[in-house]
């Protein structure tokens, strides 16, 4: 797909013989609607690229944000080959370069393909209509009376009449201006969009080509490590960057290969020619810290968020909830705790930095490049016009790992020694360091109408998060530690159902331990709260589960997947936990679940729709869960690659099984003590059930975010598979076998309890 050498971005904003489509740069830059800002002050000189035609037709496009192994390299790529009538083949993707792209914030809240791939789609179709018109001067023919295609534009009635796109542009330069009313394709026209297209990224990694940062080298690396602080994980306290007392150099004085051991506040790193001897020296420096005696516990996680300092924040209110819940037939409330969950990068993170005069060069897996590059600059005390993030792959992330704070290790070092250093976190690094899933609190307050109908639905949510500030400007005392709350507990926290009287609010909290997003956010815990809550309303109102759903749901396309999975599933209606079959100590249940992933900030715009019909046993002495079968059904909207869109949902679905079966941060003394992969397991292939994937053709309507929509439904779908099997409701995850015999252990104690007392 790409050729092997590009021209540089300044060749395409001054060569002549090539078309362009730009826009003026935005001062300040803004990212994308709802998505974190970078805290710049920056005022960028050229205007943004979005597409560019070169003399021999090849096509470069630029999207500011980057293929986290979700496959938009190739989407985006089909956008433009679709607009602009070209191959695939013939198109070279620039992603997340912060030099040549355009600022388009994060790449988080599945955003790219429905919000940022936007004003590429119009660049691309922009320069198709110029060519046309180029054409017509050249044939003498009106543009209605001309057909382009392949990089080529031809005579409708003479298709042997043809001039190749690189042809028009000979001796000339085209400059346009991005247009906001661009006449895009019909989408019955479509020939690439919406066709299953292989991963342009696949082939170089099969064949072992330089894409991972972890790779790369370069002429006088250095290799460097950092000793971090002993507070793991935490970024919140006055004794962030300033618990250093003391470092002895010369506990490393005699390992060969030293170069240098850096010292500012809290950092610690240090430099050597190869890297076991950096590894070596990291290991054995002397360093003595101030004890740290302020660190929050967090045995007791659902207390430790209720203690937390709150401002709530109101979202909805409809209705008179207080008046409506006292007339309830049947109240009902609950909470729901979610934990804190690590990305699991497969790889530690590793940058490697090249600090020289004129500027710095990053090499980074960041899923931010214009927010790193901002953070650098306030590190560093350098313009950002000094500053290249050159983007490269990296182990997946899925939200905020330490991609970011590597890169800032990394700069650091190279500016110290004055080469370029390469740096690589270790695993234990890895997971204390990077910061968490957030681990969340919902509380519920509703109940039924004599009815069965919903009486209403009081909700609260406590997400800890501050957007975890990158550590080396926490470390070096470059910015101080915040206790100002990120507000992001917000995404799907209004329920899909009809409530006439609700009150939706967040009581939105500082950190814990340090946190950001985690693919779902805030979104799929609110929806394990949400879609186990409607569960037990139906088991009360005695109907099924699939039915009382669709008795409420308004939104018709919300109805309509809910309907194509429950009968994928086979589903057939009865009342949960009510069909028991049991054989050598297993029972079976299934589950069902819907949502939305509804992304940025309150009131947000919905992602795609996704539901889940799961099929369980489990073991009712031992706790062990086994996944036999799962429907899952997605409705995205126009699907841009439905072949990618099927691998995200499978991506989706992986994850969502672990972290629901398996996986929580421990903590002990306030301090994670999940560092390695014995302390924090994930799924196993072989424990990978069926998965029967439901993508709706919904191509007359604008394309979904999926990222992250799959994986909402999966946890309250697994939950409510547990009380089909066992008459018991979870509302805890991860449901590990300890967790699931303890809570149908203390089940069966409150229940011989409670006919004990009956007896008596």
């Not at 800002?37 to 920056?42: A, I, L």
């Not at 919140?236 to 170069?259: K, Q, W």
């Not at 990291?282 to 516990?297: C, D, G, H, N, Q």
């Not at 204390?432 to 681990?439: N, S, V």
Request: hydrophobic residues 40%.
């Amino acid at each position: 797909m790409a050729r092997s050498s590009l021209p540089p971005r300044h060749s395409l904003l001054n060569d002549p013989d090539l078309l362009v489509v730009y826009r003026d740069a935005v001062v300040p830059p803004t990212p994308a609607p709802g998505q974190p800002g970078t805290h710049s002050d920056f005022i960028p000189t050229e205007p943004e690229l979005f597409v560019a035609v070169l003399d021999d037709g090849h096509v470069m496009a630029f999207n500011g944000h980057v293929d986290l192994g979700t496959g938009i390299r190739t989407a985006l790529a089909q956008i433009v080959a679709e607009e602009l009538d070209v191959r695939l083949e013939d198109i070279s993707m620039v992603l997340g370069n912060s030099t040549e792209v355009p600022n388009q914030g994060p790449t988080i809240a599945s955003a790219t393909i429905q919000i940022t791939a936007e004003p590429l789609r119009r660049a691309a179709a922009q320069a198709r209509h110029h060519l046309l018109s180029l054409a017509a001067a050249h044939f003498g023919a009106a543009t209605e009376d001309l057909r382009s295609e392949d990089g080529r534009i031809h005579l409708h009635d003479d298709p042997q009449q043809a001039i190749g796109y690189g042809a028009l542009l000979k001796g000339q330069r085209h400059a346009l201006k991005l247009a906001d009313d661009v006449a895009l394709k019909a989408v019955g026209d479509y020939r690439v969009v919406g066709q299953g297209a292989p991963r342009v990224d696949i082939p170089a990694k099969v064949s072992g080509e330089l894409t991972f940062v972890h790779d790369l080298r370069l002429p006088g690396m250095l290799h460097g490590r950092v000793v971090r602080p002993p507070y793991v994980g935490h970024d919140r306290g006055d004794f962030v960057g300033h618990s250093l007392m003391h470092v002895d150099e010369s506990s490393v004085a005699d390992i060969p290969g030293l170069v240098e051991v850096v010292v500012i506040g809290d950092f610690v790193g240090v430099v050597a020619k190869r890297e076991e001897a950096a590894i070596e020296v990291a290991r054995r420096l002397k360093v003595t810290w101030r004890p740290v005696t302020e660190l929050p516990e967090l045995h007791d996680l659902e207390q430790a968020l209720r203690e937390l300092p709150a401002k709530h924040r109101p979202l909805l209110e409809e209705g008179d909830v207080d008046t409506a819940l006292g007339q309830a037939s049947h109240r009902l409330k609950r909470t729901y705790v979610w934990p804190y969950q690590l990305h699991g990068s497969i790889g530690p993170s590793c940058s490697v930095a090249d600090y020289r005069d004129e500027g710095l060069t990053l090499w980074s897996g960041t899923q931010n490049p214009h927010s790193l590059r901002a953070d650098l600059a306030r590190l560093l005390d350098l313009d950002e016009g000094m500053i290249d993030i050159q983007r490269m792959e990296a182990s997946g992330c899925y939200g905020r790992n330490c991609a970011d704070d590597v890169g800032a290790d990394a700069a650091l070092l190279s500016r110290a020694v004055g080469r370029p250093v390469r740096v690589q976190l270790s695993r234990e690094q890895e997971h204390g360091w990077e910061p968490k899933g957030a681990g969340q609190l919902m509380d519920v307050d509703g109940g039924l109408n004599g009815d069965g109908s919903p009486a209403g639905y009081d909700f609260v949510n406590r997400y800890p998060s501050n957007n975890a500030p990158t550590l080396a400007l926490l470390l070096t005392g470059t910015v101080a530690p915040s206790d100002i709350p990120f507000e992001m507990g917000d995404r799907t926290a209004v329920p899909p159902y009809r409530y006439p009287h609700r009150r939706i609010a967040c009581d939105d909290v500082p950190t814990l331990v340090r946190a950001a997003w985690l693919r779902g956010v805030s979104a799929l815990p609110n929806t394990f709260a949400h879609e186990s809550y409607i569960d037990e309303l139906a088991w009360m109102a005695g109907m099924d589960p699939v039915d009382y759903r669709l008795r409420h749901l308004s939104d018709e396309r919300a109805r309509s997947l809910v309907a194509a999975v429950a009968q994928r599933a086979e589903w057939t209606p009865r009342l949960a936990a009510s069909a028991e079959r049991e054989r050598d100590g297993w029972r079976w249940g299934r589950g069902f679940a819907y949502a939305q992933y509804v992304h940025s900030k309150f009131p947000g715009f919905g992602a795609a729709l996704a539901a889940w019909a799961v099929f369980l046993r489990v073991h009712l002495e031992t706790g062990r869960i086994v996944i036999e079968r799962l429907v899952v059904g997605q409705d995205a909207g126009l699907m841009i690659n439905p072949a990618g869109v099927r691998h995200q949902v499978h991506g989706n679905v992986i994850q969502t099984l672990s972290r629901t079966l398996k996986e929580s941060v421990a903590f002990e003394n306030g301090l994670p003590v999940s560092r390695e992969w014995g302390g924090y397991p994930i799924l196993r292939f072989s424990e990978l059930p069926e998965i029967d994937v439901l993508l709706l053709d919904r191509s007359e309507e604008p394309p979904l975010g999926v990222g992250e929509s799959t994986s909402l439904p999966g946890a309250p779908a697994i939950a409510n598979a547990l009380f089909d099997a066992t008459g018991v409701r979870f509302y805890r995850p991860p449901f590990t076998p300890d967790s699931v015999r303890k809570r149908l252990h203390a089940s069966r104690q409150t229940r011989a309890g409670a006919a004990s007392l009956l007896f008596e």
